[in-house]
């Protein structure tokens, strides 16, 4: 196996690897590197779907999503789907956020695998959260230490449409008016890593709506410069999709953005996600 890293701080690509064949050094490294880059690429894998949730397996138990229809016969994997003529909407997953982190356990980590993807566009970028509470001034550290924020699954995944969100209707199956999407949750704004004992500012601009405790103005305020703090380049890699390409991320220390960039053209991924525990405060 080669590991090459994406960037100093964030993300791998790892060679030399047939996911369908992995013995338990191999599965040790590919645990080992997700810990250490947060999000890790193999590229030119022939799978279907059922080698899919094998190989997703190695990372945890698979889960299924509160809001989204699952592939017929596969409970556990969701298709991610912009069809062509789909054009001039909003698209799953296009603004920053960390899947399902208003549910009380958020998923540990989550699993990409590309079907079919634009010659160009349709990348997808990853935030690390760690790197930007290390990069915090110390008084906003301070600030959020111990404050709770508030996370709802209102938007559905779905930002940036043009017309009323509600109106979606993308080839991604969502179902709206689900009570577990709808109802708010509580978070530590500040958590640790389970694994790494990292601290992780653990917000986002999809589903976290304010911050306990504080005036709505002064909430909206500290958010917005919180995503303008984390969402700096130094912060973030960013993966050119191919056919066959899989990605796997550390859900709780990384946000990650679809960029929506590739109208009247297909893009096809298969997800899986893996069930993890509540937020630990730091
Ligand atoms: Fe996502």
Not at 254 to 270: E, F
Request: glycine content about 6%.
């Amino acid at each position: 196996m080669q590991i090459s890293p994406l960037t100093p701080g964030l993300g791998a690509e790892i060679n030399g690897v047939d996911i369908r064949r992995l013995d338990a050094t191999a599965i040790n490294t590919l645990h080992r590197s997700l810990l250490d880059y947060k999000v890790i690429f193999l590229r030119e894998q022939d799978i279907n779907l059922d080698e899919l949730q094998q190989f997703s397996r190695h990372f945890g138990e698979l889960t299924q999503l509160p809001y989204i229809k699952p592939l017929e016969g596969y409970p556990n994997i969701i298709r991610v789907l912009k069809e062509a003529h789909e054009v001039n909407m909003g698209v799953f997953g296009g603004d920053w956020h960390s899947d399902f982190s208003f549910l009380e356990a958020p998923p540990r980590a989550s699993i990409l695998y590309a079907e079919q993807v634009p010659a160009v566009g349709g990348d997808t970028l990853w935030i690390d959260m760690a790197q930007a509470y290390r990069a915090l001034p110390r008084e906003q550290q301070t600030l959020l230490q111990g404050k709770t924020a508030i996370h709802s699954g209102a938007p559905y995944g779905v930002t940036h449409a043009p017309e009323d969100s509600s109106r979606f209707k993308g080839s991604i199956q969502i179902e709206r008016n689900n009570p577990q999407a709808d109802r708010e949750t509580r978070h530590p704004a500040i958590c640790r890593h389970p694994d790494s004992g990292e601290l992780l500012l653990f917000v986002n601009p999809t589903y976290t709506i304010r911050i306990d405790g504080l005036a709505p103005a002064h909430s909206d305020t500290l958010l917005a410069s919180l995503y303008q703090h984390c969402t700096r380049p130094e912060f973030s890699c960013r993966f050119k999709w191919t056919p066959g390409s899989v990605a796997v991320w550390d859900n709780r220390s990384t946000l990650h953005y679809a960029v929506n960039d590739y109208d009247g053209k297909r893009r096809c991924l298969y997800r899986t996600t893996i069930a993890g525990a509540a937020p630990r405060p730091a």
